[in-house]
């Protein structure tokens, strides 16, 4: 009896261990707000890519410079990806967030990927204020982009300055400032969706002024997967 009240314990012990893990590891992973439920006409897999390629890509990939001096990804790569079932609609609705749609489509696993795409070494101490990457939607979720690789590409640099000088920070405030566009019915979703694919940088001195006289608090890309 001894032998298996002993094995009886251990087996106890054994499931409340996982029972604590699943539990850990659930409220680490993405769980969308209750509120996203509403929006039952989104798909998250539906993609539609600004041009075709074949990922992985039989090259490496090189980003190149935007008209601001700011690095860009390679088109041949990074093209852009929009999710045609996040309409203007659903997105200028004030219950949507993007955490509705994050990480459905890839694995963190796979976004990772990209990294090796353009031969970029992963950074460690990657998050706070060492982070010095970020796996970037060229067309933000708050856009409408499409949660797939076509739409990912490893944004890092430059070292030495502080946080909020790193160009994913300079691009998080052109993503804000295009919703707010949008939003406010100043420019077409589809127009701010081909134009940042095309070149983030050329809003940057219209990112600043706007996000100067408005409230910008631009929901973090991709906060996990960096």
Known sequence: ????????????????????????????????????AKFTTIDHKASQPLQGVTLPPARDCAPRTGSKGFLIPDPTCTP???????????LKDPEFTTKCVRNETTTEEQK????GWYHIKHPAHNEGATQT??????????????????????QCGPDGVPLNERFFKHKDLVEDHLAVMVKEGKMELAEAQQQIARDWTQFIDAAKTTCSTKHCKPEPDHPEGK
Do not use: F
């Open 1 to 36: 009896m001894m032998k298996l009240d002993r094995i009886g314990s251990t087996t106890l012990l054994c499931l409340c261990l996982l029972g604590t893990w699943n539990l850990a590891h659930a409220q680490a992973t993405h769980e969308a707000p209750a509120q996203c």
């Open 112 to 115: 990772n990927s990209t990294y």
């Open 133 to 154: 990457c970020e796996l970037d939607h060229l067309i933000s979720l708050e856009l409408g982009g499409a949660d797939t690789l076509d739409n990912l590409w490893p």
């Open 80 to 90: 852009g990806a929009i999710n045609p079932t996040l309409t203007a609609a659903v």
